[in-house]
């Protein structure tokens, strides 16, 4: 059974850090399309981060690309999101997901078949 549990949010200081964490089971982190996205409220969900099952692929967003990185624990099967200089904008429940379907990792929540229950991150000015 795929589950997907983020973790690690909270409320930050603008400027400040913040690494939030979903722990995955039922499945290989390594070996599927992994990413972040998130939804202030009143706003569409966006695709913050991807990570591809090929190393070194990634994508970021770019209202956060360079303040923003993931990453994945094989060992732990988890994956990370690493978040610097954290903004106002950046105020918004974060949540993790996976595609299970070979050859594909783009920011498109319908490619997405399994979520986790979010994680609120919120940047005070």
């Known amino acids: 059974q795929v589950q997907l549990m983020e973790s690690g949010g909270g409320s930050v200081q603008a400027r400040g850090s913040l690494r939030i964490s979903c722990a995955a089971s039922?499945?290989?982190?390594?070996?599927?399309?992994m990413a972040w996205f998130r939804q202030a409220p009143g706003k569409e969900r966006e695709g913050v981060a991807t990570l591809d099952v090929r190393p070194g692929f990634t994508y970021y967003a770019p209202s956060v690309r360079g303040r923003f990185a993931i990453s994945r624990d094989s060992a732990k099967n988890m994956v990370y999101l690493q978040m610097n200089i954290l903004k106002p904008e950046d105020t918004a429940m974060y949540y993790c997901?996976?595609?299970?379907?070979?050859?594909?990792?783009?920011?498109?929540?319908?490619?997405?078949?399994?979520w986790g229950q979010g994680t609120q991150v919120t940047v005070s000015s």
């Open positions: 039922g499945f290989i982190v390594n070996a599927v399309c």
């Open positions: 997901a996976v595609d299970m379907t070979p050859g594909r990792c783009s920011t498109i929540p319908a490619n997405f078949g399994h």
